[in-house]
């Protein structure tokens, strides 16, 4: 069954799969039918709305946010892609760098006072500070 | 007064004179009143009353009768009657008020069809009872179709549920009817399951999904809803463990709810592997 594009007011790409139910449809509905029973609920602000192919639609995700109207296909926004990817490798940078400076701050930690709390109690009265290796409070 | 065999002497019509007059057949003179005769033949008599005549043989005797008419006269049988008559219908024996048919083999009595059964069959209606169907009632085609009432039982129902009468959902005698048990409240109205793209695996009452870009959903429903107030669920299967659904803000119509997927972690929007939606409320 073909599918319909459009272009939202945000200028985002909108892809439609209009539905022959499995259940609870008449048996003589036809994918037809079920394309301009589709066509006819769009929003009324859908820009410039067309079937396409199903085959017009790319498998690969990785950039939708960038898809745009190709006409009869949908086209990538080389542009929107190039943020996108610029982002997910920032992002991936700074997940890389943040793991790594949770490790260093775990390596830091003074086991002393660690090993040496005999109860949870002991436990939640450390505080902050042994991270940094200092004086150990112990609570009253 | 005398003759010989061929002539006899009488009177005159005027009585004044004697006169020979020719004769035929023998014994005594026949006069009008009283007489008796033997073995006449009467040739063909110009009229006659024949009140106190018997003996006369049907089958030679009578004419101007019917082909089979003489038959039947003589042998009274069925099968004699059935060929006098020339417009009868069926066969067998002549059937009075209160007999027995016997093996019916009429396929229609008055526009009721009778379909002569194979090995045997029964439709039976007990003395001063009554069986009647003003409209339709119909038992086709289906081995175990059956309508069973016990003693003392009736089947009473009252008129098939309205649109009204399954939302208000109170009457307990109307019954509910396949295209219409889904306006009762408690009924779910729209549901889909759908995958990453928006390709719907299955649904009931849908129109359309919208990929609106990742993690962005839109169902648009085939029935609306009456307004925007409807119950709506939506859940996910995420493609990592913290993934969530929510409805958008404002993304909830009468006919449409659209929906994102996030990351917990993260908070942006994701792809799910799948989009399970259902909703609940007023047609």
Redesign the interface.
């Known amino acids: 069954m073909r599918k319909?594009i459009y272009t939202?007011p945000d200028g985002?790409?909108?892809?439609?799969?209009?539905?022959i139910?499995?259940?609870?449809e008449r048996e003589d509905f036809t994918e037809a039918q079920a394309e301009q029973?589709?066509w006819d609920?769009l929003?009324s602000d859908a820009i410039n709305p067309q079937f396409v192919d199903a085959s017009a639609?790319p498998a690969d995700?990785t950039f939708?946010?960038a898809?745009t109207h190709g006409g009869d296909k949908v086209a990538v926004d080389m542009g929107k892609a190039r943020e996108i990817q610029a982002q997910r490798l920032a992002?991936t940078a700074h997940a890389d760098a943040l793991a790594a400076q949770k490790q260093a701050a775990r390596d830091a930690v003074d086991m002393t006072a660690i090993n040496a709390a005999a109860t949870p109690q002991d436990l939640i009265k450390l505080s902050a500070d042994v991270v940094a290796g200092a004086t150990v409070k112990t609570g009253a | 007064m005398g003759g010989n065999g061929s002539k006899i002497v009488g009177i005159n019509a005027g009585g004044t004179a004697l006169t020979s007059v020719a004769v035929t057949g023998t014994g005594s003179v026949v006069l009008a009143t009283g007489a008796t005769l033997v073995a006449p033949l009467l040739g063909t008599p110009a009229s006659g009353v024949l009140t106190n005549c018997t003996g006369l043989p049907i089958n030679t005797g009578v004419t101007g009768l019917a082909a089979g008419i003489a038959t039947f006269l003589g042998a009274p049988s069925s099968a004699n009657l059935a060929a006098a008559v020339t417009d009868e219908t069926g066969t067998g024996a002549l059937v009075f008020a209160n007999g027995n048919i016997g093996a019916a083999t009429a396929t229609s009595v008055n526009k009721l069809a009778i379909t002569a059964p194979a090995t045997g069959s029964t439709l039976a209606v007990a003395d001063g009872k009554t069986l009647t169907a003003s409209n339709t009632l119909t038992l086709t085609g289906v081995d175990g179709s059956s309508v069973n009432v016990g003693a003392g039982g009736t089947v009473a129902y009252g008129a098939v549920a309205t649109q009204a009468d399954q939302e208000t959902a109170t009457s307990i005698t109307a019954y509910v009817t396949p295209g219409r048990q889904q306006f009762h409240p408690s009924a779910c109205k729209v549901w889909c399951k759908a995958d990453t793209a928006g390709a719907i695996q299955a649904s009931y009452n849908m129109t359309s999904v919208t990929d609106n870009g990742v993690g962005d959903i839109t169902f648009t429903i085939n029935v609306d809803f009456s307004s925007a107030d409807w119950c709506a669920q939506i859940t996910i299967i995420g493609a990592t463990s913290s993934s969530y659904a929510n409805v958008v803000a404002g993304g909830q119509a009468a006919g449409t709810l659209r929906a994102n997927c996030r990351i917990e972690s993260v908070g942006g929007l994701s792809d799910p592997l799948n989009w399970f939606f259902a909703g609940f409320g007023d047609q």
């Open positions: 319909i939202r985002g790409l909108s892809v439609v799969s209009p539905v139910n499995t259940l609870g029973r589709a609920a929003p639609i995700r939708r946010g898809w992002d």
